[in-house]
């Protein structure tokens, strides 16, 4: 008889709780193990079984004494990892961690973001710093938002794996009543189309923050999506469809959704915060910000034309007023 899996949440974040909740509403036998940074967070979190800063709604159902803030004792005893963190503070909550440690564990990514001192996608990260071999690598993503997961609103997960059994296992393990899981071998593209999903959000919430309406988004993310087709063509020429709900459908539920960091920030910075004000107002990260840096950084290799990507980095880092960038904008959509 199969072993039973013991799986770990890295993170303690929405999404980490969102994910803790479907894996207790999966059907799949297995033990959950969940690690956070915070201690008092884990305390209340073992006491009350509600998470007192994100999705507070959601009872947390797993053991209290499987809740730790103890990063290498829970990835020693557990054989499948997901990592929630946002990219920006990965490195630093991994900085105990050894290669050692993680040998024959199985990692997902639900990150959607780029290590900023290496900018590396998650998957690469893995593998350069910590020798994790690509087919124990998986990636979560799709048009999903914590808030609609702990609503139990009907979601779309995409899991993206260069191996189909790596897939196919963590897959198995998020399938709920409202949870549908769909699995894809595109890892890079799913992973820097999350990536840039997020700064086309931020996109659209600067261009709603100076004024403009739903006529001018929609164009906006039209010309988004056809700029994201190019990267990715370029940074991994594979045979995919732009139009899944990975890639397409994540640009347009970030990019319209209340619940999005992204188009909130966005929304903020298009108003005339400063991005510190932004993001002080805002107890979220949102990833467009980090990732807007890194995209600019890696395309001085790829050389894409990327007219979005780049207002929004003119915008955030050499401090352009939105309302002449978006302008100038304006002028290159088609
Ligand atoms: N929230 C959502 O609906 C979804 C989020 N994601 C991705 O999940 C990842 C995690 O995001 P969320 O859980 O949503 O984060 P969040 O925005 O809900 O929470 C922020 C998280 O960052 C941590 N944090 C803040 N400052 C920190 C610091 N200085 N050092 C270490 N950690 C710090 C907090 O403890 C908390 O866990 C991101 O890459 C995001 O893009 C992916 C799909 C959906
Ligand atoms: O990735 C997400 C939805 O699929 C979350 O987007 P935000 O970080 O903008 O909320």
Redesign the pocket.
Known sequence: MERKKKVAVI????????IIKMLSDNEVEKDIFWW???KD?ASYIREYHHNP??LSAVEIKIPSDQITTKLSAVIKSCDLLIL??????LK??LSTVSAELLQGKYIIS????IVPEENQIIGDYLQSRFDVPLDRIAV??GP??????SLEKLSYLTIASASPHTASVFSSMLNTRYIKTIQSDDIYGTEYG?VLK?IYAVASGICHGVGYGDNFQAVLISNAIREMARFLAKVHPINRDINESAYLGDLLVTAYSQ?S?NRTFGNMIGKGYTVRSAQLE??????GYYASKCIHQINKTYQVDMPICRAVYAILYEKHSPHIEMRLLSEQLT
Do not use: L, Q
């Open positions: 993170g303690g974040g929405s999404w980490a709780t969102a956070m940074r915070n967070a800063n994100y929630s963190i946002p990219a920006a503070f630093d909550a639900a990150i959607k973001g979560i993503s999903c938002h914590a808030e609609e997961v999350a997020n619940f960091r805002m107890n979220m990260v949102a990833e």
